[in-house]
């Protein structure tokens, strides 16, 4: 089992920053993806960024160019930086860790984009 403690969403005014972060603990492969999905209201989740171990990146088309994912493997910690936020960035930012064939998922934290 994995588990999964996702801090940093809030309140934030366009155009500003926020930075998330999720902790994973327990039965994780050295070899594994890392991510942050989001959720908006009335919409499907959707893939924001994702980082591999090694380590690469890719990205929504949407966030290119304003949010930088990175990870801590030693402390199996994965980073969301989001800059210049949008209105339309505004949901449920989930974590999600790939590992040993399975997908585990955080809690979710809520951020919301004030224009």
């Known amino acids: 089992q994995v588990q999964l403690v996702e801090s940093g969403g809030g309140l934030v005014q366009a155009g500003g920053s926020l930075r998330l972060s999720c902790a994973a603990s327990g039965s994780i492969s050295a070899v594994n993806v890392m991510g942050w999905y989001r959720q908006a209201p009335g919409k499907q989740r959707e893939l924001v960024a994702r980082i591999t171990t090694y380590p690469s990146t890719n990205y929504a088309d949407s966030v290119k160019g304003r949010f930088t994912i990175s990870r801590d493997n030693a402390k199996n910690t994965v980073y969301l930086q989001m800059d210049s936020l949008k209105s339309e960035d505004t949901a449920v930012y989930y974590c999600?860790?790939?590992?040993?064939?399975?997908?585990?998922w955080g809690q979710g934290t809520q951020v919301t984009v004030s224009s």
């Open positions: 999600n860790v790939f590992t040993r064939g399975m997908n585990y």
